[in-house]
């Protein structure tokens, strides 16, 4: 069975042990539940991996103009090392360990498939912008209760609330 579409993301500055982690969640998913998966996981990795899902379901529909995105779902998913940059952690006595920063090369590739069965929920995307913001904060002030306005003075206050405030622990 051929890949109908592939993306590669090269050079991500973060360790291949800590992506891989995270690409076996969506590894066989399809696109959609993948997508959700990604969004919902607060991991690192999850954001770079989701731009990279995007791209290859971007370019499987250049490859194939009638895709159905509906029936794409994740072939493979591959984690590589890449190249380490090597620097050095100052220690005692003179001396220097080697720390090395890791990172991952990571291929992704799609495939289309008809049979399966339908998925278990719908993406939506929200809107983000301003307006929507500014509705929200409106309708959230709006339900906020109102104190209630106390009887006594301003001035007034509880017996013993300054004794209580400067109370020291006892020996």
Known sequence: ????ATA?????????????????????LRVNEAEAQLIAINRRPAPELL??????????RNIEKS?????LFVKSIQVDGGPMMKRIMPRAMGRGYMIQKKMSHVS????????QKASRFN??????????KAEKKTAAKATKKTKPESTK???????GAVKRFFQRKSA
């Open 108 to 115: 992704l590739s799609l495939d289309d498939n008809k049979e």
């Open 1 to 4: 069975m051929k890949q109908l």
């Open 123 to 132: 993406f939506v995307k929200t809107a983000t912008n301003k307006v929507a």
């Open 67 to 71: 895709v159905n995105t509906e029936h």
């Open 8 to 28: 590669k993301l090269r050079h991500l500055h973060i360790a291949p042990r800590k992506v891989r982690s995270v690409a076996d969640l969506i590894r066989g």
């Open 51 to 60: 731009k990279l899902l995007r791209s290859a379901v971007a370019n499987a």
């Open 153 to 159: 003075a301003k001035g007034e206050e509880k017996p």
